[in-house]
T-cell receptor, first 111, second 111 residues
């Protein structure tokens, strides 16, 4: 069982570069979400999706875009990376009852 | 929007001692509440959840939590801590379409 798969595991970007963090799940979950984790701040919700074609903003959406063209995939795009986006990013999916299944994270450093 | 407060940033307990991690939430409706654990360098794993019914819920690894509506609390407990319980613990509350997390409590276990 793959569960939630995130790639890459590590990434270093220069300020202004763009990139896409990939997230895929094989559990047929309708709900998917992206969080960032920073020391002392817990996990903060960036964007989420309740199904293919539907996305919405979370607590900290600025600087990030998402799309949901299929049930399985929910990529997170950084259009112009900034040092403030240095963080660990987690993708998660869930069934209707709400327990989140997390990927193993992507550690992003922006210099 | 809903919110979660975990008052203790860091707790140290001796192996074999009891543990209680505090969690207070804010949400206008009946909350769905969760506790997750994160070992170093790992993603988050669900320990237990509360949706309705019995206010004392049992989880994995010998953990339990008690929902107290009057105190807006959902504290996590374990009668006897093992060295392998050293990790970071997150309380979370689910709203309509999103889950919000507390800042986390880091648990250190002394031999």
């Amino acid at each position: 069982n793959a569960g939630v798969t995130q790639t890459p595991k590590f990434q270093v970007l220069k300020t202004g570069q763009s990139m896409t963090l990939q997230c895929a799940q094989d559990m047929n979950h309708e709900y998917m979400s992206w969080y960032r984790q920073d020391p002392g701040m817990g996990l903060r919700l960036i964007h989420y999706s309740v199904g293919a074609g539907i996305t919405d903003q979370g607590e900290v959406p600025n600087g990030y875009n998402v799309s949901r063209s299929t049930t399985e995939d929910f990529p997170l795009r950084l259009l112009s990376a900034a040092p403030s986006q240095t963080s660990v990013y987690f993708c998660a999916s869930s069934t209707g009852e709400g327990s989140l299944h997390f990927g193993n994270g992507t550690r992003l450093t922006v210099t | 929007a809903q919110s979660v407060t975990q008052p203790d940033i860091h707790i140290t307990v001796s192996e074999g001692a009891s543990l209680e991690l505090r969690c207070n939430y804010s949400y206008g409706a009946t909350p769905y509440l969760f506790w997750y654990v994160q070992s170093p360098g790992q993603g988050l794993q669900l320990l237990l959840k509360y949706f309705s019914g019995d206010t004392l819920v049992q989880g994995i690894k010998g953990f339990e939590a008690e929902f107290k509506r009057s105190q807006s609390s959902f504290n996590l407990r374990k009668p006897s801590v093992h060295w392998s319980d050293a990790a970071e613990y997150f309380c979370a509350v689910r709203g309509n379409n999103d889950m919000r997390f507390g800042a986390g409590t880091r648990l250190t276990v002394k031999p």
